[in-house]
């Protein structure tokens, strides 16, 4: 470690200031994320070393002044004044402003100013002032101020030497006594002034801007590329995402393969290979969709779009009680709802924000498509019904839409019923279109890939190593002269797993659900996406995952000791409905336990949410048989 | 905009919400003291500060004005919060 000082600084600043750019731009990899004790506020800290000395920086929330209105902003506050306990207050702080906006922002620098810590300001979108016409002399800002004023433009890493050389002598940053107190007005007064005297040439507005949203923002046009770019959106996480998931999938295939044939042939082998290694391999294969879904998100929210996609749908959004920022959390729920689900720490207002929480599993997540396109091909036919749309795809598409109105429904009903009235006005700042810096791009999207593998990655490891557990003991011997699919089908009938689906049967039986479906239906329960594999195991089909038609195949076909379809059709579509409505995922509830900071929304989530899939289940079931 | 060059005694301020597209307005006032009210103050709403109109989005959606340099968007509920004044007074 290093011997010198090693000083911790806060960096503060508006939203869309550049400030989590310059966060990255400074500490690079050697950042990690977390959250303040007690609240759902993202905390990121990070180090970087100059020479032999060490800084410590944490990358406040974003904040438009010091009077806080929502939690994040209030965690800024009481991190900036030493008052957040369990969090040292900062030896100084780096004040990160647009220098394009200093009108707006000057009064908040004075607020963090009048604290009178050690404080340093620096200018971001240097570059774009000037493209604009604008000129500051910084040095009769520095003056005026009597802090360091340095120029930066985060996403070239231009400054950026200079106030890393900065930051290691804090000490010296002290601020003017001329300060403005007073209120809100008072400061505006001393900002306009106070621009009048350093200010050589106002900035002009940014032409593209004008342009760009004369067409994105347009009653029509703004509403037809906002669907385009859903459809986009869609498109990218489902058929891109694609090729790399399959290659995850065959890899972790064939590596369980190998170890199924490479070492002794035990319990502790078959663990290992189909516990463990298929385990892992589910949650693994979505890396590659939910890394693309957060570099969309985030490419569409650092260059400016996501503001005007939230200002187009907010009138929609409106009707339901919520507002256009819910949109995008609800959007990513269709990759997974777990990175919709974390998205929501974009949404201001708590009532909203645990209201789109709520109904962000109703989305159809691409861990159903498997169940549904099993059981579509099983019970519904390929008949044709207008060109090429069959009926298959338009049962999937009824099943999607079925998500995705349950979903508005919900929402609001919550927000009409328990989560009712605005606690938060709506203001939303509609920045000049921008360049993304893919390096900060790319480090955001890792940070979240890493939530990511560490909620969903633990939680199925251990559903699926237990799984297999309950489908394997106790031990028992096949009859004499016995296959080997007839033996694993016997160790199954008398497995812990099977005891559990038989259980089951009071609850699920009025659904069409025979305790086969039940074992399924406690495998899906650790993550969906290992529905088709249990499934596949308890009815001992022989083929691969990926041959759909075989295994819908068998499911239709006669159980030769009673003479009835394997599974009935209505008991299929009962099971559609259900996989609509239920909250079959062990990994949303810790996440949503971890989003709230609380047992009582995710329990209440679970709650609802399994009501509805039985209700809904039971009437199908009832009417298809 | 037919009264636009008449001189007419000072009338009643007009709200935020009913900013007219074309021409000068500035802010009289920020109505109520709580949380929101604050807000909008520190978003730039102070006396005497220009804001120009730069969309509306269609239905009765959210509002767009340009002020201190930058664009923010606002529902008419909060939008109504802002008294502003036009060299036309109340008519928009």
Known sequence: MSEGPSPNIALVGSPNSGKTTLFNALTGLRAKTGNYPGVTVDRREGVFREGPHQVRLVDLPGTYSLHAISEDEAVSVQVLRGELEGVEAPDAIVVVADATTLERSL???AEVLLLGRPTLLALTMIDELKARGGDIDLFALKRELGVPVIGVVGNRGLGVADLREQLLDPASWTPSQNLPGGDTEARFAWADALLQRITR?????SRLTRRLDGLLLHPIFGGLIFLAFVTFFFQAIFTWAGPAMDAFAGALDQAADWTLVTLPESWATDLLADGVIRGVG?????????????ALILFFEACGYMARAAFVVDRIMGWVGLEGRCFVALLSSYACALPGVMATRTIPSPKDRLATILVAPLATCSARLPVYALLISAFVPAAPVFGPITMQGLTLMGLYLLGAVSAILFAAIFKRGMLRGASLPFYMELPPYRFPSFSSLGLQVWRRVQIFLAKAGRVILVGSIALWFLLNFPT?????GATEAGAAQFQIENSLAADMGRALEPVFGPLGYDWRINIGLIGSFAARELMVSTMA???AYEGGE???????DLLTRADPATGEPLMSAAAGFSLMVFFVYAMLCVSTIAVVRRETASWRWPLFQFGYMTAVAWVGAFVTYQIAS | MSGALSVTPP???ISLADLPRVGLARVVSVKGGDATSQRLRELGFTPGTEVDFVRRAPLAGPLVVQLRGYQLALRPAEACRVLIETPTGGQP
Do not use: D, K, N
Not at chain 1, 546 to 552: C, P, Y
């Open chain 1, 107 to 109: 009064p908040m620098i």
């Open chain 1, 201 to 205: 040439h106002p900035v002009s507005e």
């Open chain 1, 282 to 294: 589910s949650v693994v294969v979505f890396v590659p969709q939910i890394a693309l879904l957060f």
């Open chain 1, 476 to 480: 028992v011997e096949p009859p004499e």
């Open chain 1, 537 to 539: 195991q308890v009815y």
């Open chain 1, 546 to 552: 990926e041959e759909v038609e075989g295994f819908a």
């Open chain 2, 11 to 13: 009338r009643e301020p």
